[in-house]
Structures are given as C-alpha cells and as structure tokens.
C-alpha cells in the first residue's frame, strides 16, 4: 500500500528492522522501538519500549501500565550495559535481554511478538500491521531523530498486571527512532494518533505556534488508501492545565477530509528530565466510521516554557 504524497526518497526497507549504525560519535545517538497497547473498558494504557545508546554502551527500556490521572498499575523499567556482541549490538529481530525481554520479528516490516515477565507485569502479544510504515521527515521532530516510522495495527494477547489478567486486543500504533537525540531550547512538540479495528487510521504531526496547533504531516487511512497529511489544525479543550478533547481537522494529498473528535480517558503528565515535560492521554476517537478509534495525544513541551505559562511544576515519575 503506497502512501500517496510521501517524498519518494523516504523509504522503509526491512533493513529498518534491524539496528542503524550510528554515523558519528554523538553520546547522544539513540535508537529507539515502542509498542503500545490499551484495556480499553478499563482506561489502561500500557508501554513497552526499549532503547540503546551504542556511543555510550548503555541499553534501557520499560515495561508501564497507568490509568487515571499518573495512577501507574505497574512498572518493570531498566538501564543496563549494551548486551553486545562483539562490537556489535544485540539483534532487534530477535531481541533476548537478560530480564526476560524478548521482541521478535516475525514478519519483517508487518507482524511482531512482545513477551516480558516480571512479579509486577508480564504479557505476550503480537502486533500486526494493517498499513505499511511511514516515514518520517526529520525536520517534523527537529532535534529528535534523523530517522524515523510509525505504523498502525492491532494488537492480541495477554497482559498481567499484578495478579489479574486480560485479554487484548486492540488497534494500535508502532513507532521506531533513531539519530541523535538533542532537546532544543524552547521545545514545543505535539502529535496524536487513532486506530479502528475496521481499518480506519490518522496520524498528526502538530507543531504548537502562537496560540494554534497546525498539523504539519502524517498520515489518514481510510477505504485501504493512505496519503500523507498536508494541512490542518489540532484543537485542545482543557481541564485546567491538561487536555480533555482533542479535535483533529486536516487534508490529505488525495484531496480527503479528516475529522477525527477524541475524548481524553487517562493521563500521564511527567517531568522527564533534561528540562523536558511529556503529557500524553489516552483517547477515543470517533473517526466517522461507527467504531471506536483508540490511540493518544501527545504534548512535548520544555519545562521551562511550561513553567513560565503559569502551570504548576510537573513530577518526576
């Protein structure tokens, strides 16, 4: 499935799932695979991610559930020494960490098993793709990454938090990064994201500017053709200093229309560090079709711009 009004020097080959060299010895260099998942009934949100820093030796990544508002379920995260082998870092297409972590390819580009298991949270799920991944221009996320995909799906399996379990299956988003990762001064990022199990999917790049949130690329699928958004504006209803309806409205380079109206179920909202504020909800959308949409809305802001609005200082995790 091609995605119409991509540039067509962005592409995606099964060589993306594996590890990029890094093109210099930035510390910095990062690469990055997340794969969210949602309890729908019950407002849950649960991330796995695993990231490497090969210039720094270092790997890393978390397992987290949450709901409400910063209410963590569980919480299995990591920081070790590169698992490498030789000079070489570990296979992310078969990805078999020490504590039980383990992502496997199982198709390239298009399906994925995630197993982990702690006392806290164990799961095993897969995830398959029902668009091929797009790509994304680095100067959408300046300072983020110098490459980077993202590619909705659904998700099946099983999830244990504490001592319950639940079945899964949701739609869903993937996303994987990599580059150096430098934070700018004055940082002001956004993004949200929906799924349909019918096949309905949008993804939003939003670049915050004076009091408006234009959407400046991503992607809308619907009626199995994709195209690249190119126009379009986000707008965010607040419940004080957080988001509690989101209304996407943007074109697409086959010349359709997207409305996409969410209502915030949960939220995390945290200080993440290197003068870096995250807040991201769990939404559903209504994309018009009749089914729930399931994803999130995102905000990146620096801590001190936040700060300076008037907001209250967020927490450390």
């Known amino acids: 499935m091609t995605i119409e009004g991509n540039d067509p020097g962005l592409v995606v080959t099964e060589a993306d799932d594996g590890f990029h060299p890094p093109t210099s010895d930035d510390p910095t260099w990062i690469e990055t695979a997340w794969f969210p998942l949602w309890l729908p009934e019950r407002d849950v949100s649960v991330h796995t991610r695993v990231w490497f820093r090969p210039n720094e030796g270092r790997q890393g990544g978390a397992v987290t559930a949450w709901t409400g508002e910063n209410r963590y379920l569980a919480h299995d995260g990591w920081d070790d020494a590169l698992d490498a082998v030789g000079d070489a870092p570990p296979s992310l297409r078969d990805l078999r960490l020490a504590n039980g ?67 899964v299956d949701c739609p869903t988003v993937r996303d994987r990064s990599w580059g150096p990762r430098t934070m700018r001064p004055g940082l002001r990022l956004g993004n949200a994201h929906g799924t349909t199990l019918d096949g309905r999917s949008f993804f939003a790049y939003v670049n915050p500017v004076a009091g408006r949130e234009p959407v ?102």
């Open 216 to 317: 400046t690329g991503g992607y809308w699928l619907v009626d199995g053709r994709a195209a690249r958004l190119i126009a379009g504006e986000r707008r965010t209803e607040l419940d004080g200093d957080f988001p509690r309806r989101v209304v996407i409205e943007a074109t697409d380079a086959a010349g359709r229309h997207l409305r996409a109206e969410g209502t915030c179920r949960n939220r995390q909202a945290v200080d993440a560090g290197h003068d870096l504020y995250a807040v991201l909800n769990l939404v559903q959308w209504d994309l018009g079709s009749g089914e729930d949409g399931w994803g999130e809305n995102h905000d990146i802001w620096s801590a001190t711009d936040w700060v300076a609005a008037g907001r209250a200082p967020l927490g450390r995790r």
């Open 101 to 167: 972590f383990h992502l496997e390819c199982l198709e390239p580009l298009h399906r994925y098993r995630i197993r982990h298991r702690t006392d806290r949270v164990e799961l095993d799920v897969e995830f398959e793709s029902c668009m091929e991944p797009n790509p994304v221009p680095p100067e959408e996320s300046p300072g983020m990454f110098d490459g980077h995909l993202e590619q909705p799906g659904r998700v099946t399996g099983r999830v244990r938090l504490g001592a319950d379990w639940f079945d």
